[in-house]
């Protein structure tokens, strides 16, 4: 039996990679990594994961062009509906300030006290390091993070949760997010129960 991590950050990168391979235009490819989100979120509860969160786009991706802009964060906003009826504890991370924050999303930017067992589940929209350290630590509600999963290949944390992940393991998975198999999940939880974790002691 491995040891589980409590807390799973998620980099679902590679949707626009998978668009075009798939004879789509890129921000087509956004709404294609919705059903692996929800199907990786319901594999983390039955494997008894505290907390998720999800890499949704960054401050920097908002310089892409307009129609990437939208679709990716349509993507988010849908995403947070979704796992609304999954009973989760859901927070949304990011500069609410800015025209690239969906003002759907505004209500779910407040932490709420959790009362019973709820998975919580976070998503960071529009979300830069630079903003997150310069205005105070912004992402303070959001503890450490175990382990990070990134899908697409790239070994880079992209700004990640920067203070969060001071400790994280790391696991990438060579296929693009919308590819996601349930193995993939698996076969990370097993490689984090045989790293030797000590957090620097």
Known sequence: MYRTPKHIGIIPDGNRRWAIQNGLKKENGYVYGLEPALRLLR???KHGVEELTFYGFTT???KRPKEQVRSFAKACCDAVNIMESEDVSIYVAGNTKSPCFPSELIPYNKRKPLTDDKMRVNLLVNYGWEWDMKN???????????MVIRWGGMCRLSGFLPIQTVYSDFYIVKDLWPDFKEEHFDGALEWYGRQDVTLGG
């Open 136 to 146: 105070g630590w912004q992402s303070r509600d959001i503890p450490r993070i175990d």
């Open 43 to 45: 594999k983390a509860k």
């Open 60 to 62: 920097d991706n908002c």
